[in-house]
């Protein structure tokens, strides 16, 4: 059998291709519709797969292994209560009692009245502080005059007993101050008359403390109150008659005007008598007003309430 070339067969096929199309070039003529003889070519490749999964989260959200930090250390406790109000007492004026030292004897005659205060109403201490310094003073000059007279080797006349009058007079009780005026008259027996002493004693009742002069004033006017005293001696003893007053009045220091008093009105001053003036004078008191004192005053100090008024 005769072997066909390839390239007559090829050629037939054309041949036959162009025999069967129309004048515009269609493959079945005009008024044929076109057949796609070849379907589009295939994607012969599948598009890219996705060949890795998303990475999978392969551990769990991240577990909270430990509970939030506990607070180990509980808040500071207040160790120290708050501050108590301490209700400190209100200052109250001193109470007084009085105390009854008297006592008379025959042998030798004798008749001793003596009476003194008792403080109390006050605190404890400053109550003892005060008793003690009073009871010191006045009690000891009671014995000191018993003593005397028991010692004594003057004619004694047995119908006129020795004599010691003791006693007091407060002058301001406060709770500021305590002022206490002592009078003291002793007379000897035989004596042609006796003698007459004034003394005072001035406190804070709420410490028991014993105040001077300078306690109530404005520091460095004692001189200014001394000038005042002097010119009322003058006045009020002297009758303003300076030349005799000038004789008998000694410089009036601290020491000589230790007599003080607080009273409602002014501050007392107390004299002995002969101190500043004739035995006849007996013993001087004198008053100085408190509109003569206002510029020498502490108005903080003890006397302050009295001077100036509450407030």
Not at 41 to 68: H, N
Not at 82 to 106: G, H, K, M, Q
Request: net charge negative; with cysteine.
């Amino acid at each position: 059998m005769r072997t066909v070339s390839r390239s007559f067969v090829v050629g037939m096929a054309l041949a036959l291709v162009v025999a069967a199309c129309g004048d515009d070039g269609s493959v079945l003529g005009a008024g044929g519709s076109t057949t796609i003889t070849e379907a589009p070519p295939a994607t012969t490749e599948a598009p890219p797969a996705t060949t890795e999964a998303p990475p999978a989260t392969t551990g769990a959200p991240q577990a909270t292994t430990g509970a939030p930090p506990a607070t180990t250390e509980a808040p500071p406790a207040t160790t120290e209560a708050p501050p108590e109000t301490i209700e400190r007492p209100v200052p109250t004026p001193p109470v007084l009692t009085l105390f009854d030292a008297s006592e008379t004897s025959d042998s030798p005659p004798l008749m001793m009245t003596v009476e003194i205060p008792v403080v109390s109403g006050v605190p404890p201490e400053a109550a003892g502080a005060m008793n003690d310094l009073i009871s010191a003073e006045m009690l000891g000059t009671a014995d000191a005059f018993k003593a005397e007279v028991l010692a004594s080797e003057l004619p004694i006349d047995e119908t006129v007993p020795y004599e010691l009058m003791l006693s007091y007079i407060a002058e301001s009780v406060s709770a500021e101050i305590l002022s206490l005026r002592f009078s003291i008259y002793m007379y000897y027996s035989g004596g042609a008359h006796g003698q007459t002493f004034l003394t005072t004693m001035n406190f804070d009742p709420q410490t028991g403390r014993l105040l001077s002069l300078n306690d109530i004033l404005v520091p460095g006017t004692i001189g200014v109150v001394a000038n005042l005293v002097e010119q009322h001696i003058v006045d009020e003893v002297f009758g303003g008659d300076e030349g005799e007053a000038f004789e008998w009045i000694p410089v009036l220091d601290e020491a000589a005007l230790d007599g003080w008093a607080v009273v409602a009105d002014g501050l007392l001053f107390s004299f002995d008598q002969y101190e500043v003036g004739y035995g006849a004078l007996g013993a001087p008191t004198i008053g100085i007003p408190w509109s003569e004192l206002a510029a020498v005053i502490d108005p903080g100090g003890y006397a302050a309430v009295y001077a100036f008024g509450p407030g």
